[in-house]
Nanobody
Framework: QPQLAESGGDSVQAGDSLRLSCAAS?????MAWFRQAPGQEREAVASIYARSDSTDYADSVKGRFTISHDNAENTLYLEMNSLKPDDTAMYYCAGDLRARSCTVGYRHDPSAFSAWGQGTQVTVSS
């Protein structure tokens, strides 16, 4: 069973930066970060197609977050800058072997991803 392991979550102040990492046991064609706040649905944050490094971001994080992928290390990153209290959530790494998961109509849908990490908590205080 493919495994994903996130790290890097922390409690920070508004305006601070954090870098999340996700170590994958295998190569995934499409990888993404999702987040879920208490009482809310899991939402897509960013995705990346590993072969081309094509990326997609939620409107709420555009210009502040950057997703990247180290193909040699099978590691996914999320650089988060100018953090806001609204960014507080459990952040999950997700992966799928199908490139389709990174396309319009799929990349914002958690069910399009077959592998998930256990999550890492990000808390932003004002």
């Amino acid at each position: 069973q493919p495994q994903l392991a996130e790290s890097g979550g922390d409690s920070v102040q508004a305006g601070d930066s954090l870098r999340l990492s996700c170590a994958a046991s295998i190569y995934f064609a499409c990888m993404a970060w999702f987040r879920q706040a208490p009482g809310q649905e899991r939402e897509a944050v960013a995705s990346i197609y590993a072969r081309s490094d094509s990326t997609d971001y939620a409107d709420s994080v555009k210009g502040r977050f950057t997703i990247s992928h180290d193909n040699a290390e099978n590691t996914l990153y999320l650089e988060m800058n100018s953090l806001k209290p609204d960014d507080t959530a459990m952040y999950y790494c997700a992966g799928d072997l199908r490139a389709r998961s990174c396309t319009v109509g799929y990349r914002h849908d958690p069910s399009a991803f077959s592998a998930w990490g256990q999550g890492t908590q990000v808390t932003v205080s004002s």
